[in-house]
């Protein structure tokens, strides 16, 4: 399974609910399995895809709330998973695409690559988590209810991404809150600010 | 109830007058008072522990795009921690939030390892522009809080209010 064929997947899976997206390639598959208003496209911050949700996920519990992640992104926030295991928002799905390298810089391997192991770390910090390597069983993992916050760790193979998202941030982000209901615009001109 | 410092009743209160009902915090001795100030006296504000404080950004950012107006607590050093978020998610999609930084390394303190960047946070905070207010009395702090918040939320863009150590260091009354 490539990056951007698990990505379709999760596109897929969630329909109208929002998905955070790790700079990078995995922003970039997003922007091509379906660029949407929902789709939160981040052009930095690396590490912050997985806390962006958390506080997403936290502000709108009736949401189900995805983020797209890479697993370097993630070791360099792993704290993120002993925060997720502490808040347990129950509609935070955290997709890890772990191809085993920093694709977006040049394909450096990465220490999952050498056996370091996610879905352990996420069960460690009491998060339930799952490995999968197929459309089929990461299809099968992102539906259904919740009640407890779900790490998956998709083995992928890198997909060499040749679409980019918009790079205006504030449009992203504009674009964004007004799709999942909390229009900046209009807040600003109600003089709610 | 136990009697808190005025600065940490103040700025408490500046937060809730400011419509903050999210605060995610990297504990801190002094913010401890608004902590417990918070958690005892405004029941309804969510605090949110994070593991550092780059991530507590990143938190906050997420609950602003979900419609909450977040406030960030943290320690001077650990806005060095936080910059890569500020810099590259806060500042550039202008997602607005409060950060209320308790300083070390000011006058006051006893700890050479805090001092460079203690010193070092307002020329930040001017570098990377975000603007920033100073709580210069007890009596102040809490019009001082709920100004840079109005200032944060009004603007959409972070704003920062520094609590002094010659304040947080003073005895409790």
Same mark, same amino acid.
């Given at each position: 399974m490539t990056r951007l064929e698990a990505t379709r997947v999760v596109v897929s899976a969630a329909r109208e609910a929002p998905i955070v997206a790790s700079l990078g390639h995995p922003a970039y598959d997003l922007f091509t399995a379906g660029d949407r208003p929902q789709n939160f496209y981040t052009w930095g911050s690396m590490g912050m895809a997985s806390s962006i949700g958390l506080g997403l996920a936290l502000a709108k519990p009736e949401a189900r709330v995805y983020v797209v992640d890479g697993d370097g992104a993630l070791l360099m926030n792993l704290g993120s998973l002993a925060t997720i295991g502490l808040l347990?928002?129950?509609?935070l799905v955290l997709v890890v695409m772990d191809n085993g390298a920093y694709a977006t810089t040049g394909g450096q391997s990465s220490p999952t690559a050498l056996g370091a192991d996610l879905e352990a770390a996420a069960r460690a910090m009491r998060v339930e988590a799952a490995t999968v390597r197929t459309e089929d069983d990461l299809r099968a993992r992102l539906i259904g209810e919740r009640r407890e916050p779900l790490v998956v760790v998709a083995k992928v193979s890198e997909s060499a991404p040749t679409a980019r998202p918009p790079l205006d941030c504030v449009f992203i982000k504009q674009r964004f809150m007004a799709a999942i209901g909390n229009p900046e615009a209009a807040a600003h001109v109600a003089g709610r600010a | 109830m136990r009697e808190r410092p005025a600065w940490a009743s103040g700025v408490s209160a500046g937060l809730y007058a400011a419509g903050c009902r999210d605060a995610v915090y990297v504990p801190d001795n002094p913010l401890s008072h608004v902590l417990a100030e918070i958690g005892e006296r405004y029941r309804d504000v969510r605090l949110a522990l994070a593991t550092r404080e780059e991530e507590a950004v990143g938190i906050a950012a997420g609950l602003y795009l979900g419609g909450r107006r977040p406030a960030v607590l943290l320690q001077s050093s650990g806005l060095g921690n936080a910059l890569n978020a500020v810099t590259s998610l806060v500042v550039p999609y202008q997602i607005p939030m409060l950060i209320v930084v308790s300083m070390r390394?000011?006058?006051?303190?006893?700890? $050479? $390892?805090?001092?460079p960047m203690g010193r070092a946070v307002r020329p930040i905070l001017d570098a990377i522009g975000i603007a920033h207010a100073t709580i210069e009395s007890p009596a102040d702090a809490e019009r001082i809080v709920a100004l840079t918040a109005a200032t944060a939320f009004g603007t959409r863009m972070a704003a920062a209010c520094l609590v002094p150590r010659r304040i947080t260091s003073a005895p409790a009354p």
């Open positions: 347990r928002p129950p509609n | 390394g000011d006058v006051g303190e006893w700890n $050479a $390892a805090q001092v």
